[in-house]
């Protein structure tokens, strides 16, 4: 099993700001994914970040508001970039199986974003 | 296109019952997974099961019960005896094998379970 950290563990941050999250793995992995929670709602993928390679953002979200960096093949980072109350959602990375998907997708502790 | 449907939004039971959480899929895939993850009120994201298209035995974990149905396309997943501590939002996921998709789950809205004592 694969185990991921994530700071922060949450924050609150002021419109118009960014925030970055750090997503950290144990062991190395080709994919990471960013996944976003809104306020009582399921999990939706915000993009697929490779190493070595742009992320593939997935439709309704864009880079110049989500900047993902992928510097090796156990991190990477998600910013928010100019914050508002809508961005208000738990943040999540995600690691896929590690073989030939026979292999549980695990999951961060989550980043609880609150914008003021 | 993939699809999870979690038509219960919200059940709630008393103590000891047993509860079943239902999920229906679509996919055009024949080679697909499914998955059963708990959320807590912490926010994290509990793993609770992986079954693969292939494989339609049920499976029982403890309290646990899951019957995948490829027939009616379900995944569905029963507690039994209840405790206060299954109280959480559960969520169904599917991802296919191809790599068409990557390896992106695609999730079902949810089913919010209370559990009182």
């Known amino acids: 099993s694969a185990v991921i950290s994530q700071k922060p563990s949450r924050d609150i941050c002021q419109r118009g700001t960014s925030l970055t999250i750090q997503c950290q793995v144990d062991?190395?992995?080709?994919?990471m994914f960013w996944y976003r929670q809104q306020p009582g709602q399921s999990l939706t993928l915000i993009a697929t970040a490779n190493q070595g390679s742009e992320a593939t953002y997935e439709s309704g979200f864009v880079i110049d508001k989500f900047p993902i960096s992928r510097p090796n093949l156990t991190f990477s980072t998600l910013t928010v970039s100019n914050l508002s109350p809508e961005d208000s959602s738990i943040y999540l990375c995600?690691?896929?199986?590690?073989?030939?998907?026979?292999?549980?997708?695990?999951f961060g502790p989550g980043t609880r974003l609150t914008v003021l | 296109a993939q699809k999870v449907t979690q038509a219960q939004t919200e059940i709630s039971v008393v103590e000891k019952e047993d509860v079943t959480l239902d999920c229906v899929y679509e996919?055009?895939?024949?080679?697909?997974?499914l998955f059963w993850y708990k959320q807590p009120p912490s926010g994290e994201l509990v793993f609770l099961i992986r079954?693969?298209?292939?494989?339609?035995q049920n499976e029982i974990s403890g309290r646990y019960s899951w019957n995948f149905q490829k027939s009616t396309s379900s995944f569905n997943f029963t507690i039994t005896a209840s405790q206060v501590v299954d109280s959480a939002v559960y969520f169904c996921a599917l991802r296919s094998h191809h790599m068409e998709y990557g390896n992106k789950l695609v999730f079902g809205a949810g089913t919010i379970l209370r559990v009182k004592s």
């Open positions: 062991s190395q992995v080709t994919m």
């Open positions: 079954r693969n298209s292939f494989d339609e």
């Open positions: 995600s690691v896929p199986p590690a073989g030939a998907n026979t292999d549980t997708q695990y």
């Open positions: 996919t055009r895939d024949t080679t697909y997974y």
